[in-house]
């Protein structure tokens, strides 16, 4: 493809077109290229960062970094951290994860906010969080 109208002095391109299945190769080799050139952050230092994420948003964020990230993401410590900082904690631990229990905390809590009508709200709620375990209601004092 000629640029310039003909002049003398002008740049000349060429178009390559590449069949879609090639193109996607040629993207994960240079895919699998960079994941080999990029240096590994050590598993401890990962783990300092994980120790310092507050807020669930954030850790929901990290953990789509890497499969390493979910993983140190699905951790029950971290959740049940997050949790005490938001919720009261319970009498008894939770029969299922605390990431769980803080969703489905959540969620309730939503519910109860914004709609008026709290017995079917429970009605709806008990079986789910009959297997979450015991739930507690912020109250102000």
Same mark, same amino acid.
């Given at each position: ?5 003909? %002049? ?28 080999? !050139? ?5 598993? !401890? $230092? ?7 994420? =507050? ?5 929901? #964020?990290?953990?789509?970094? #890497?499969?390493?990230?979910? =993983?140190?993401?699905? =951790?029950?410590? +971290?959740?049940?951290?997050?949790? #005490? ?14 990431? !769980?229990?803080?969703?489905? %905390?959540? %969620?309730?809590?939503? =519910? ?18 009959? #297997? $979450?375990?015991?739930?507690? +209601?912020?109250?102000?004092?």
């Amino acid at each position: 493809m000629k640029k310039g109208g003909g %002049q003398s002095g002008s740049t000349t391109q060429k178009a390559i077109i590449v069949h879609p299945t090639l193109g996607r190769r040629l993207f994960n080799e240079a895919h699998e290229q960079a994941k080999r !050139d990029t240096p590994r952050i050590p598993l !401890d $230092v990962v783990a300092i960062v994980v120790g310092h994420l =507050d807020c669930a948003k954030t850790v929901a #964020s990290f953990a789509r970094v #890497s499969k390493r990230c979910r =993983d140190f993401a699905e =951790d029950d410590a +971290l959740w049940r951290r997050l949790y #005490s900082m938001r919720f009261p904690m319970p009498s008894e631990p939770p029969k299922g994860k605390w990431k !769980d229990l803080y969703r489905f %905390q959540k %969620q309730f809590l939503r =519910d109860v906010l914004l709609n008026k009508n709290l017995d079917e709200i429970l009605e709806r709620a008990y079986p789910r969080w009959e #297997s $979450v375990g015991a739930i507690a +209601l912020p109250v102000a004092t």
